[in-house]
């Protein structure tokens, strides 16, 4: 027997898996909880100063992403630009230690250990200590340092509709002393351009 409570509300999309590579995202803070699910993926990113690893953070749109007028609210769109880009901003983690964590989904991080989930003017998740627990329970697979939002600009140039799939491609284009700059593409699943954004993060 089917649990209505696990069906679609009317005009819901259903729950579709994510494209290849993304696993549920593993930072969680108030601000979106009421977004999730959220999904994630780290990508090696080359072109970054230093080459680094950037987090590219997915979601499915439903009606609690939306507007009025049924298009992925801008708010939504920011906040998760600026977690992306802090995160990946701040991401210290091997290669290898973040495909074990991308296979692991389930011992990633919860919003019990989320510690504390923004200084930042819009809501990236970057904190000063936060860890995801390695697939062994052990040494940390993932760990950051604290990162702070001191500007965000974001250019909306289309839109994204309920059941559409949006992707946050961060990249890190220069990390100072005490300051970085970051910038991020929003895209639909079939690549069309939704907004873009760029950030300068205080260190420290």
């Given amino acids: 027997m089917t649990d209505p409570a696990a069906s679609p509300a009317p005009g819901q999309p259903?729950?579709?898996e994510p494209p290849g590579g993304f696993t549920r995202h593993?930072?969680?803070s108030p601000l979106t909880a009421p977004w999730e699910p959220?999904?994630?993926?780290?990508?090696?990113?080359?072109?970054s100063v230093p080459p680094s690893a950037s987090l590219v953070i997915g979601l499915r749109v439903r009606e609690a992403h939306c507007n009025s007028r049924g298009f992925a609210h801008g708010g939504l769109i920011g906040a998760l630009a600026d977690n992306a880009m802090g995160l990946s901003l701040?991401?210290?983690?091997?290669a290898p230690q973040r495909a074990a964590v991308a296979g692991n989904p389930g011992d990633m991080g919860t919003a019990s250990d989320a510690g504390n989930t923004g200084n930042t003017a819009v809501g990236g998740d970057a904190d000063a200590s936060g860890r995801a627990p390695a697939p062994?329970?052990?040494?940390?697979?993932?760990r950051h340092a604290g990162s702070v939002t001191v500007n965000l600009n974001v250019d909306f140039v289309g839109s994204a509709r309920i059941g559409d799939w949006l992707e946050f491609r961060p990249r890190v284009l220069k990390r100072a002393r005490t300051l970085a700059f970051v910038d991020c593409v929003v895209v639909t699943g079939d690549d069309q351009l939704v907004a873009r954004a760029n950030a300068t993060f205080r260190l420290g």
């Fill in 14 to 16: 259903q729950d579709l």
């Fill in 26 to 28: 593993f930072r969680a």
């Fill in 38 to 47: 959220l999904y994630s993926k780290w990508v090696d990113d080359l072109t």
């Fill in 90 to 94: 701040s991401s210290r983690a091997s």
């Fill in 136 to 142: 062994d329970g052990g040494a940390a697979a993932v």
